[in-house]
Nanobody
Framework: QVQLVESGGGLVQAGGSLRLSCAASGRTLSRYATGWFRQAPGKEREFVAHILWSSTSTDYAASVKGRFTVSRDNAKNTVYLQMNNLKPEDTAVYYC?????????????WGQGTQVTVSS
């Protein structure tokens, strides 16, 4: 079992930055793919970014490419999502999730989410 806890959300003005953290316990997160997803009010949850068990392999949704960066700190068993040049449409609850290589791309473990609000 992997337990995930997100933090770092908050209220920021458009153009600002936030860094979200996804801290894992129970398992070594570097052995999993870790994805970031978000869900805005009234909308479906959507993929934002992921970093695979090989930390050099990342992918991003088109809407965030060039503005968001996903990275991993193995010593802290934590994955980060650096969000720059935030826009009001980035407002959502952000979730991190982990996928075992044997299950990928199904994400079996989810955090509780952290709210990001971007004001215009």
């Amino acid at each position: 079992q992997v337990q995930l806890v997100e933090s770092g959300g908050g209220l920021v003005q458009a153009g600002g930055s936030l860094r979200l953290s996804c801290a894992a316990s129970g398992r070594t997160l570097s052995r999993y793919a870790t994805g970031w997803f978000r869900q805005a009010p009234g909308k479906e949850r959507e993929f934002v970014a992921h970093i695979l068990w090989s930390s050099t392999s990342t992918d991003y949704a088109a809407s965030v490419k060039g503005r968001f960066t996903v990275s991993r700190d193995n010593a802290k068993n934590t994955v980060y999502l650096q969000m720059n040049n935030l826009k009001p449409e980035d407002t959502a609850v952000y979730y991190c999730a982990a996928s075992h290589p044997g299950s990928y791309p199904r994400y079996d473990y989810w955090g509780q989410g952290t709210q990001v609000t971007v004001s215009s």
